[in-house]
Nanobody, 117 residues
Framework: QVQLVESGGGLVQAGGSLRLSCAAS????????MGWYRQAPGKQREAVAT???????DYADSVKGRFTISRDNAKNTVYLQMNSLKPEDTAVYYC???????????WGQGTQVTVSS
C-alpha cells in the first residue's frame, strides 16, 4: 500500500511563505499525476496545483503566481512552495497521487496551513 506523508504546514502571517512536502513510499515515477489539494472549513476540497504526465503544472487561479509545485524524483517527494500567503489560503492541504494505470488513487493525511491576518 502506497503512503503519502505531508509535512511543512503551520501558522504563518499574511505575506509569509511555507513549503509543503509530500514524501511517497513508492517511486513517484509510478504515478501519472500528483498534486496538492486543499479543504477549508465548510468548503469542498479543491485542486491547488497538479502535475499530470510530462505536462506543465496546472494551478488554481487563486494561487497562480504565488504557489509553485515541484518534484524530486530521487527523493520521491513533491513540494508545494507557497509565497505571499493570504488568510484565504487557510485550509488542510492534501497530497494526491494517481497510479499510472489510472486504477488507484492515494491521499495523504493532510497538513494544516493557517494564515493569520
Amino acid at each position: 500500500q502506497v503512503q503519502l506523508v505531508e509535512s511543512g504546514g503551520g501558522l504563518v502571517q499574511a505575506g509569509g511563505s511555507l513549503r509543503l512536502s509530500c514524501a511517497a513510499s513508492a517511486s513517484i515515477g509510478t504515478f501519472n499525476a500528483m498534486g496538492w489539494y486543499r479543504q477549508a472549513p465548510g468548503k469542498q476540497r479543491e485542486a491547488v496545483a497538479t502535475i499530470i504526465g510530462g505536462r506543465s503544472p496546472d494551478y488554481a487561479d487563486s494561487v497562480k503566481g504565488r504557489f509553485t509545485i515541484s518534484r524530486d524524483n530521487a527523493k520521491n517527494t513533491v513540494y508545494l512552495q507557497m509565497n505571499s500567503l493570504k488568510p484565504e489560503d487557510t485550509a488542510v492541504y492534501y497530497c494526491n497521487a494517481v497510479h499510472w494505470t489510472g486504477t488507484k488513487e492515494y491521499w495523504g493525511q493532510g497538513t494544516q496551513v493557517t494564515v493569520s491576518s
